[in-house]
């Protein structure tokens, strides 16, 4: 067979293709290994040697030739295809885009966050310490003996090796006073746990912050001072607080602290039981047997401390009125919170 009829077929070929892989199989079926084109060059072999020169000059050609023209064909098929595509599907450059969705703090961070910050602009240092304790922080040096009645005011979870998770943040007072030399000012927050049965209003993990303050004389007026520009700060509003006596081991004397109800304005609401008022924390000044526990001369150093609950104060600070809200894990409530 001439060399330009294989060449004239394989055009014709090639210009009747109409898809890509329909061309891929015609690559092979001319210019593979066993392709028309490359089976010509066997002819010349046994083409009389004055011949051979011509002959390869006219393969080559009919190969280059092949060759473009499968390249032309398939951009113009690609082209072909992309042009389908694009009369066929619309693109719409009008349409908004899509925003990678972003996370949000939960309030229960941003309100400790916030603390921190209101205790560090007053010179305190915000501290961390464990989840789990022993007895002897948690509750010896704190004032409460085995069988003191106290130790029922909190149920708490033991480990099976017999330390506690700690119920209150007030073992910091403890390491914080064993660790620093006084003089010295600080924060503490961090969950706590108990062993309480779960409703309206408490749960079986919770957050506080406690707040230590060491010198050689403290004083309730200073300590009352602290807490109302911490809660007035937080809430960013002037907020009405009262001390009523209240009883922990660890200090004496001891207060509970009660804000006037922001929900409600002292109206009476659903958050404040209806009495105005919101007990918001326990608060005191250090026990000498705690100072001594902590191995600090109660006749050379006194000491304040406050105990604060955190789902209270984001429900009051942003009008929260149900505590399973706080803690409940609902993404439509907490992407609120940004
Ligand atoms: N630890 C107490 C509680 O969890 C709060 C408190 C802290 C009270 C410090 C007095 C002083 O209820």
């Keep these: ?110 309100v400790q966050e916030r603390l921190e910050d209101i205790f560090v602009a007053m ?18 040096a704190l004032n409460i003996p085995k069988n003191h009645p106290a130790r029922d005011m909190q149920d708490t979870f033991w480990t099976t090796d017999g330390l506690v998770m700690r119920t209150h943040t007030s073992p910091g007072q403890i390491r914080a006073m064993r660790s620093i030399a006084p003089p010295f000012r600080a924060v503490f927050p961090g969950k ?40 007035s700060q937080v809430m960013e509003r002037e907020v009405t607080i009262r001390l009523r006596p209240g009883y922990f081991p660890f200090v004496e004397p001891g207060f509970e602290c009660d804000m006037q109800c922001l929900i409600c304005g002292g109206g009476g609401c659903r958050v404040c039981k209806h009495s105005g008022w919101v007990e918001t924390l326990g608060c005191g000044l250090v026990h000498p047997n705690v100072l001594r526990h902590a191995g600090l001369n109660p006749e050379e150093w006194q000491a304040w401390a406050f105990g604060i609950g955190l789902s209270r104060l984001v429900m009051m600070r942003y009008g929260i009125d149900d505590i399973r809200h706080v803690m409940g894990g609902d993404l439509r409530f907490l992407q609120q919170f940004v």
């Design 123 to 140: 010179g305190f240092r915000v501290l961390d310490f464990y989840e789990v304790e022993d007895d002897f922080h948690n509750f010896e």
């Design 1 to 110: 067979m001439s060399v330009e009829i294989v060449q004239a077929d394989a055009l014709a070929q090639l210009a009747a293709a109409t898809s890509e892989a329909a061309l891929r199989e015609l690559e092979v079926a001319l210019l593979g290994k066993k392709g028309a084109i490359t089976e010509l060059t066997k002819m010349i072999a046994t083409a009389p040697p004055a011949e051979r020169g011509p002959l390869g000059k006219a393969i080559n050609g009919a190969k280059a030739a092949v060759t473009q023209a499968l390249e032309a064909r398939r951009s113009a098929l690609v082209e072909g295809a992309i042009a389908a595509e694009l009369a066929d599907r619309r693109f719409d450059v009008t349409l908004p885009g899509r925003s990678p969705s972003t996370g949000s703090y939960h309030p229960v961070s941003l």
């Design 192 to 231: 706590v746990f108990r062993n309480e049965a779960i409703d309206a209003s408490h749960e079986h993990t919770f957050h506080q912050l406690e707040g230590l303050m060491v010198d050689r004389e403290v004083s309730v007026a200073n300590l009352i001072s602290t807490l109302r520009i911490m809660l």
